[in-house]
């Protein structure tokens, strides 16, 4: 199994990234798929999740209205954009297929003026 972010780097309040997660090494269609995300000194947190088909998205409170999961089975690709970012998202963030143990490498996200 492997799992690659990407996408990350360092954003200005208020602006706009999109992430990416490649999953390889499992059957991608077969699984929900969620974003977590640990800021530095905290614990690692959900941030949001959408089902097999894509159908059905459930979000955190914190990131609710701004970001937006999404995702590609014909590319084994799941999508996080974050719009109006805050210094408060500051975090590596983390694709998880759900109810497996599998985690890549992360991406960081930095929001400061």
């Known amino acids: 199994v492997q799992l690659v972010e990407s996408g990350g780097g360092w954003v200005q309040p208020g602006g706009s990234l999109r992430l990416s997660c490649a999953a390889s090494g499992f059957t991608f269609s077969s699984y929900h798929m969620n974003w977590y995300r640990q800021g530095p000194g905290k614990e690692r947190e959900w941030v949001a999740a959408?089902?097999?088909?894509?159908?059905?998205?459930n979000y955190a409170g914190a990131v609710k209205g701004r970001f937006t999961i999404s995702r590609d089975n014909a590319k084994n690709t799941v999508y996080l954009q974050m719009n109006s970012l805050r210094p408060e998202d500051t975090a590596v963030y983390y694709c998880k297929p759900a109810m497996t143990d599998y985690w890549g490498q992360g991406t960081q996200v930095t929001v400061s003026s």
């Open positions: 959408i089902s097999r088909t894509g159908g059905t998205t």
